[in-house]
């Protein structure tokens, strides 16, 4: 079964788009489960697979990979608009 969204980590709170995934399609997560793309989800970019708080963090390779700057929606994409790093 092809997957759109690859979770790397159980820990995370995003996945990896495998592919381009329009706003409200409804994306496989590698887990079984799905979820509805409220962002276009360009490929190999990040997608909120939990609903993520203005200043939670946000995990990826099961670590914290920098801090929501905003209330971050399930099926968001996560990028340089809405995620604080410390390279920032």
């Not at 709170?13 to 495998?18: F, I, P, Q, R, S």
């Not at 946000?58 to 914290?64: D, I, L, N, Q, S």
Request: aromatic share 4%.
């Amino acid at each position: 079964m092809k997957h759109d969204i690859l979770l790397i980590n159980p820990q995370d709170n995003v996945g990896v788009a495998l592919d381009d995934i329009p706003r409200g399609g409804k994306a496989r997560i590698s887990t079984g489960e799905r979820v509805e793309a409220v962002d276009d989800i360009p490929y190999s970019h990040k997608m909120a697979l939990e609903d993520i708080r203005a200043g939670e963090p946000v995990r990826k390779y099961g670590e914290e990979i920098g801090r929501a700057q905003t209330d971050i929606p399930r099926g968001s994409w996560v990028h340089t608009h809405n995620l604080k790093t410390g390279e920032q």
